[in-house]
């Protein structure tokens, strides 16, 4: 095994992903977002018997030069870096063309003039916007339903024509709907659970109706795993799916039930996505990673939200809880 690259590292999935190649006997080197206060993002966090075994890169993917003299000398990269809030995505696009495209264009060039032997290419499953059919498979039309999605969409189209034109190792991993300790507040779970341990008993909320396919973080970091072990992964795109659905509303009522009984919901316009960019279904089918790969979703989605409230409940000071985040 070879040292393998993990863009995006001092992110949410990046990080649980570091910890899992890590334990599993991987080297590892971790391409964090260079900043001028000299922090690894969540990375930080991580247990030091982990990070004495991990290379820090400290870039930009926006930035062709870094990236090739980060992969130099690994035999695989996972790219995770990426600009994922949707809300941020509609006054930002610029940014989101720049890293999400560009980045993996640069990434996707650099594998190709280094000959890697592997790259993992994160897409998401808000490139399928609102299913037209479920379980939604690899088939599924793609539909950009906000800039964000619409980068992802091209950035998967790229990655696929170097596998079509240049014979690059590409798979692309589309994970559904990732949570888990260190996630951002301005996803859904951490924003119920965050205003809830804050003592709010108006929980400020977006449209409640939509469904989404819940993977708890470390069965997300393991599908990785297990796509990057799998020779018949190479030029195939994956989801990563449990098969299961939750509506929003009855999320958040079971996170309210486990912390706060006495709050309740209360919309709040400025969470409300356009009409026509809210994703109102999402539900995975999973049959192509069982059958190209071994992996298997090891946490329910009950355990994964004990465990994600735990982590919450001791790092609530990192999180803004009185504002909107985007």
């Known amino acids: ?12 999935i990046g990080s649980h992903l570091v910890e899992e190649l890590v334990t599993k006997g991987y080297e590892v080197k971790a391409f964090v977002l ?10 930080d966090t991580v247990s030091p018997d982990i990070m004495q075994h991990v290379e820090i890169f400290q870039g930009d993917v926006r930035d062709p030069h870094g990236v090739k003299t980060a992969m130099a000398g690994c035999t695989a990269v996972f790219h ?22 560009k980045g993996t264009l640069n990434v996707l060039q650099a594998a190709r003039e280094l000959n890697i032997d592997r790259i993992l290419v994160t897409s998401t499953s808000e490139v399928y916007g609102t299913a ?20 992802k969409i091209g950035a998967d189209r790229l990655a696929e024509s170097f596998y079509r034109s240049f014979d690059l190792p590409v798979s692309i991993v589309r994970p559904f709907n990732t949570f888990g300790p260190r996630q951002s ?12 341990l804050s003592g709010k008993e108006e929980i400020k909320l977006g449209k409640l109706s939509p469904t989404r396919d819940f993977n708890y973080v ?8 297990e796509i ?11 989801n990563i799916a449990t098969g299961i659905e939750i509506s929003i509303g009855d999320m958040a009522q079971e996170l309210i039930k486990q912390i706060n009984d006495k709050a309740r919901i209360v919309c709040d316009e400025e969470r409300l996505r356009p009409e026509k960019s809210e994703v109102n ?10 059958k190209l790969t071994a992996w298997k979703q090891q946490y329910t989605f009950e355990e994964g939200i004990a465990k994600t409230i735990e982590f919450f409940r001791d790092n609530l000071d990192r999180y803004k809880t009185d504002i909107y985040n985007i």
């Open 80 to 101: 995770l870096a990426a600009l994922i809030a949707i809300p941020y995505s509609y006054h930002s696009p610029d940014a989101y063309v720049d890293t999400n495209i």
């Open 228 to 238: 990057y072990k799998s020779d018949k992964a190479i030029g195939q795109e994956i």
């Open 1 to 12: 095994m070879g040292k393998i690259l993990v863009t995006g590292a001092d992110g949410f």
């Open 281 to 290: 279904r999402l539900l995975g089918s999973n049959d192509k990673i069982h």
């Open 185 to 196: 507040a301005r996803a859904v779970i951490p924003t119920i659970i965050t205003q809830l």
């Open 132 to 151: 037209q059919y479920v379980p939604i498979d690899e088939l599924h039309p793609f539909q950009g339903q906000s800039p964000y999605s619409a980068t």
């Open 218 to 225: 470390k069965d997300t970091a393991n599908g990785f795993i």
């Open 34 to 43: 260079y900043n001028s206060f000299g922090t690894w993002g969540w990375l």
